[in-house]
């Protein structure tokens, strides 16, 4: 069963915040199942930087709308399932969330920058990636908080301590919290 009890365990936050990362960390550590909703979506459709350039981001959202409710509907207690960042802006998806123990990587631009650098798969970043992050960062930050059961500081941390952070949290929860934790939203 997963640190979340019955529900999956959900990794939101911006680009480059080690959301994948840590979750297969999580999951191969606890031996659950792995799954980034990017990976999904481009071994059906080709890279992000391709579906971006043929269809425009309006067409990407439509396929990672519809990868992501797949995933999570799929989703059990033995889940870990990583969210492209822009993907909880969908309002099917935030409904899909309330199933699911959402963990919040929380970052700032001078932890992911270096990360970022020479960067070309994401295409949303390319004209500068500092100050695009920087704006999504503020547009975003408000949606990641509202829907986040957990938020995890990842500001000069390593990706270790970013797990077990969020093991902590988990784990503090307790596994009866952890499948009935309710929240507000
Ligand atoms: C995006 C985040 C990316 C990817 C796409 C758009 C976003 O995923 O889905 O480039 O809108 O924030 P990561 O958060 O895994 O980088």
């Known amino acids: 069963m997963s640190p979340a009890g019955e529900k999956p365990l959900v990794l939101i936050g911006l680009m480059?915040?080690?959301k994948s990362?840590?979750?297969?960390?999580?999951a191969v550590r606890h031996g659950w199942r792995f799954v980034d909703t990017d990976a999904v979506i481009v071994d059906r459709h080709g890279s992000i930087a391709e579906i971006f350039a043929q269809r425009g981001e309006s067409g990407f959202r439509e396929v990672e709308a519809a990868v992501v409710a797949e995933v999570l509907s799929g989703a059990d207690g033995n889940t870990v399932v990583s969210l492209g960042g822009g993907s909880v802006l969908h309002e099917r998806t935030q409904?899909?969330?309330?199933?699911?123990?959402?963990?919040?990587?929380?970052?700032?631009?001078?932890?992911?920058l270096p990360r970022l650098e020479g960067d070309t798969g994401r295409p949303l970043l390319a004209d500068g990636?500092?100050?695009?992050?920087?704006?999504?960062?503020?547009e975003r930050r408000p949606v990641?908080?509202?829907?986040a059961d957990l938020v995890i500081d990842t500001r000069d941390a390593t990706i270790d301590d970013v797990v077990n952070r969020?093991?902590?949290?988990v784990h503090r929860l307790g596994p009866a919290e952890g499948k009935d934790h309710g929240n507000d939203r």
């Open 95 to 112: 409904e899909l969330l309330s199933m699911a123990l959402v963990a919040y990587l929380d970052a700032d631009v001078a932890t992911v």
């Open 16 to 18: 480059a915040t080690g």
């Open 166 to 169: 969020l093991e902590e949290q």
């Open 129 to 138: 990636a500092g100050e695009v992050w920087a704006r999504l960062d503020r």
């Open 144 to 147: 990641y908080e509202a829907l």
């Open 21 to 26: 990362t840590v979750g297969r960390r999580v």
